[in-house]
């Protein structure tokens, strides 16, 4: 993990959609797009757009099944994210 790809993440993160969708996806193992649609409250053009950026990014998964895309949480991607901002905030307490 790096600065720059920390810092794309986080951008992503502001969204206040896309953290209901990753809190969504945090509790379950795979979200259909159709569910995540009704969940979200937006138009499916705009959740295209938020999916299409965090795939990108690596921190949601996609599977296509169909006409219907299937989505689930990149743990490791998230848990290294969150490593490397926090990690020098543990090492003071050594």
Request: some cysteine; charged content about 30%; proline content about 1%.
């Amino acid at each position: 993990m790096d600065i720059a790809k920390t810092q794309k993440i986080l951008e992503i993160l502001s969204d206040l959609n896309r953290i209901k969708i990753i809190k969504e996806l945090s509790g379950n193992k795979e979200i259909c797009a159709c569910k995540l649609l009704k969940l979200v409250d937006c138009k499916q053009a705009t959740l295209s757009h938020h999916m299409k950026l965090m795939v990108n990014e690596g921190i949601v998964n996609a599977r296509k099944d169909g006409k219907w895309v299937h989505y689930s949480l990149n743990k490791k991607e998230l848990r290294d994210v969150f490593k490397y901002i926090v990690s020098p905030l543990a090492q003071e307490n050594k």
